[in-house]
């Protein structure tokens, strides 16, 4: 009788404490979320700019940066509104402000401590793919 009380006393404070983390986190990645609303990625481009400026002359151009980037990155580039930029180059202001926001949040490992898309790799600044993607920004400056 006293193991089986012990065990639900046990699975009560498990329950609790889970309970405790789960919110927790959910309103830090709340926080987060509200943090990141200022990020470059989050204003919309201008689309009629953006087809305009693209002629059927300059297609193959795009098409050939676009590999080019993909084949050295292993991920497809982003349209800035003006010329095709690996996701780094489009992502690095976002990820300033995203390393700011865990700053201002004191979040220390945000693949931990977030949920959903915010504990990807690619929101954390320490990461390996932000650490190693880094070294390589300066030979991808967009065209002027």
């Known amino acids: 009788m006293a ?16 309970q405790r983390a789960w919110s927790h986190q959910t309103t830090l990645t709340k926080n987060f979320e509200v943090c990141m609303e200022a ?3 989050k204003h919309a481009l201008n689309t009629a700019k953006t ?27 982003i349209w800035n509104g003006e010329t095709l930029v690996p996701w780094t ?9 995203a390393k700011q926001c865990h700053e201002s949040l004191e979040i220390k490992q945000p693949q931990k401590e977030l949920r959903g898309t915010y504990s990807k790799p690619v929101w954390d600044p320490n990461s390996e793919i932000w650490q190693k993607e880094l070294n390589n920004l300066a030979q991808y400056q967009p065209d002027d």
Do not use: C, M, N, W
């Not at 193991?3 to 889970?18: D, E, I, N, P, S």
């Not at 400026?53 to 497809?76: A, C, N």
């Open 39 to 41: 990020a470059p990625f």
């Open 3 to 18: 193991a089986a009380f012990l065990a639900l006393v046990l699975a009560l404070v498990g329950v609790f404490l889970g």
């Open 51 to 77: 087809e305009a400026s693209v002629t059927p002359e300059e297609l193959p151009k795009h098409f050939e940066k676009f590999d080019q980037i993909f084949r050295e990155t292993g991920l497809p580039p």
């Open 89 to 97: 180059i489009y992502h690095k202001e976002s990820i300033l402000v």
